[in-house]
């Protein structure tokens, strides 16, 4: 069974709006959450984390909001540029006891366009 | 900084034959995983080094497949003997203790016929 689940495999917005990613999970243990954003014949790269200690966590035009109690979170891209155009990912984890990190587990991917 | 590297990038084999995929880390970073990615199964862990030491290996999906790290800047997955539902975009990733965002390569993407 699924544990990060993107139900959207795909996404289609036009440039200067919003891009609005979702991403649900199911197992209550995690506690780190990141997307990665990958473009056709390239690996994954990172794009922006965050902990369960925050509900928000903000970088330029990209912005990860989660909400623990409905396990859900979401990326929101303002404004979209058509270089955005790409598969993101979903990702979470949950810290091994004393800290140590535990494994990735990844949801399927939405794949994004931004139209001109 | 080089980020992590893989090679090849593209591997087309027969079935039967052993295919060796390789990684090279970044540099300082103690954990090393290896993934496939498929469009029935999206990306899913084979598994994870710590220190060179594979830590969790229960996403090796058989026998035929196997990973080594023999030192800190280098593994190996290899398959033997392969099949054709081998198929598949082979990733590495690495990251560090203290932070745990994981580095991808490029990918290798096998075929095997």
């Known amino acids: 069974d699924q544990q990060v689940k993107q139900n959207s495999p795909s996404l289609s917005v036009q440039e200067g709006r919003i891009s609005i990613l979702n991403c649900d999970y199911t197992?209550?243990?995690?506690?780190?959450f990141l997307w990665y954003k990958k473009y056709p014949a390239e690996g994954p790269t990172f794009l922006i984390s965050?902990?369960?200690?925050?509900d928000k966590n903000e970088d330029g035009r990209f912005t990860v909001f989660l909400n623990k109690s409905a396990k859900h979170l979401s990326l929101h891209i303002v404004p979209s540029q058509p270089g955005d155009s790409a598969v993101y990912f979903c990702a979470a984890s949950a810290r091994f006891r004393g800290g140590s990190q535990g494994n990735l587990i990844f949801g399927k991917g939405t794949k994004l366009s931004v139209k001109p | 900084d080089a980020g992590v590297i893989q090679s090849p990038r593209h591997e087309v084999t027969e079935m039967g034959q052993e295919v060796t995929l390789r990684c090279k880390p970044i540099s300082g970073h103690d954990y090393l995983f290896w993934y496939r990615q498929t469009m029935m199964r999206g990306l899913e862990l084979l598994i994870y080094?710590?220190?060179?030491?594979?830590?969790?290996d229960s996403g090796m999906p058989e026998d035929r497949f196997s990973a080594k790290m023999p030192n800190a800047s280098f593994s190996t997955l290899k398959i033997q003997p392969s099949e054709p539902r081998d198929s598949a975009v082979y990733f590495c990733a690495s990251s560090r203790t203290d932070k745990n965002i994981q580095y991808f390569g490029a990918g290798t993407r096998l075929s095997v016929l």
């Open positions: 965050i902990s369960s200690i925050k």
């Open positions: 197992n209550s243990m995690f506690d780190y």
């Open positions: 080094f710590n220190n060179n030491v594979p830590i969790d």
